[in-house]
């Protein structure tokens, strides 16, 4: 009691001593004495606050975080462009080989993945796995999900590149085993999906390397009927590389129109390397118009209309060009399959472990220390704050001016109040 009354009497002193200070002006001596006057109420209050805390921090369910590191396939250069200049004088798809390098898609392919990892395809995949409802005692997906979401952090490193995923669980070997199967998910889901260039370069030429060995086998069965029926069974050597020649242009040019669609699948129209595609497709268009002479259809006989073989001459060579141009067509669409193939290969499993989740033998929730330390410094501020605060209230209401504005307040609303 002694110390709570030196406070205010200090005050008045001060007060007294310099009767120009108003309410507001609290010098920091002021401030000291009034803070040294209450110490027992402000120990007391930071110490309850304190012990507060720590039952709290205790009573907080523990969590442990496991941690999974995965690295992401890079977007280096294809082995296509190495393997197309040993392939043959067909190059007319190099520019395509050159295009796997990776300059034609994502910016970053890490946040791609990122996105796929936090898919709702892969969450899902987890709750039914895992049985998360039951676990977190959810009744909706949609609810299930959002908790296993607030529990889990994916981040690509803007750095080194790596992909981190973070699961907390309340128990250490659970945390780790959720870590580890969010990885499995995924991968079943990547299975599933053609992610990179290389496989999506697969996929397309996969596709189109089937129509061309229908169209094979179509005009294989066409020149078998041709001959039994015809009885034409070899033309003489000039024709016959004239019709190889056409054919293969012709190839060329359906090629180069098959690289240029799948180009458009994943590359803008001002790449350099499109334009570069486009290019080469009008000289090959134009080789072709000139070994066709004054004809302009590309689907015609070249020189053989002009009456100088038999007529069953002429359907055996129509015959004979289209099987080369088939042939030629599925050489060169096999060979950049293969490419396709051989770089999906190199990619491996698409994303590699580089740390798997182990369980862990520290807790990551509740930071126990963390809660009372800041709590303890709070709770310091809190009582201040209100003591201040109290002190300057009874000392703004203890002016004879402030209580009898006070009182001819409470006289108006009464008299407000009474008035109908």
Aim: charged share 25%; net charge positive.
């Amino acid at each position: 009691m002694i110390e709570t009354e030196i406070q205010p009497e200090a005050v008045v002193q001060a007060r007294k001593a310099d009767p120009s200070r108003t309410v507001s002006e609290v010098s920091a001596l002021d401030a000291l004495v009034l803070l040294v006057g209450k110490k027992r109420f402000i120990v007391r209050f930071v110490l309850g606050a304190a012990a507060l805390a720590i039952v709290i921090s205790f009573l907080l369910p523990i969590r442990y975080e496991a941690k999974v590191v995965l690295l992401p396939p890079t977007q280096d250069s294809s082995i296509g462009s190495a393997l197309l200049g040993q392939l043959g004088n067909i190059g007319s798809l190099g520019s395509l080989a050159s295009l796997a390098g990776g300059s034609l898609g994502i910016k970053n392919p890490g946040d791609m993945y990122v996105s796929l990892l936090t898919s709702r395809t892969v969450e899902d995949a987890m709750i039914r796995r895992f049985g998360l409802m039951a676990e977190y005692r959810t009744k909706r997906m949609s609810d299930t999900r959002k908790k296993f979401e607030s529990r889990t952090t994916v981040v690509a490193g803007t750095k080194d590149g790596l992909i981190r995923i973070s699961i907390e669980d309340r128990d250490s070997k659970r945390a780790a085993e959720l870590a580890n199967g969010y990885v499995e998910e995924f991968r079943k889901l990547s299975a599933s999906l053609a992610i990179t260039e290389a496989a999506r370069r697969r996929l397309f030429f996969e596709q189109q390397l089937q129509r061309a060995k229908d169209d094979l086998a179509a005009a294989e069965e066409a020149m078998k009927k041709t001959e039994q029926s015809t009885g034409v069974l070899q033309i003489d050597s000039q024709a016959r590389s004239l019709i190889e020649s056409a054919a293969v242009l012709r190839a060329q040019v359906v090629a180069k129109q098959v690289q240029i669609e799948g180009m458009r699948s994943f590359a803008a129209e001002d790449n350099p390397n499109l334009l570069l595609a486009k290019q080469e497709l009008a000289a090959l268009q134009s080789q072709l118009e000139r070994l066709a002479g004054s004809q302009h259809d590309a689907e015609s006989d070249i020189i053989l209309s002009r009456g100088k073989v038999t007529e069953s001459g002429v359907e055996y060579i129509r015959r004979l060009r289209d099987l080369k141009y088939q042939e030629t067509v599925f050489e060169l669409l096999a060979k950049e399959f293969e490419i396709a193939k051989l770089d999906e290969a190199r990619e491996g499993a698409i994303i590699q472990v580089v740390d798997a989740a182990v369980p862990p033998d520290k807790r990551s929730f509740p930071p126990r220390l963390l809660i009372v330390i800041g709590t303890t410094i709070l709770s310091f501020f809190v009582v201040t704050f209100w003591i201040f605060l109290r002190e300057s209230s009874t000392r703004a209401f203890g002016l004879p001016q402030n209580r009898q504005r006070l009182e001819a307040l409470k006289r108006h609303w009464k008299d407000k109040q009474d008035t109908p």
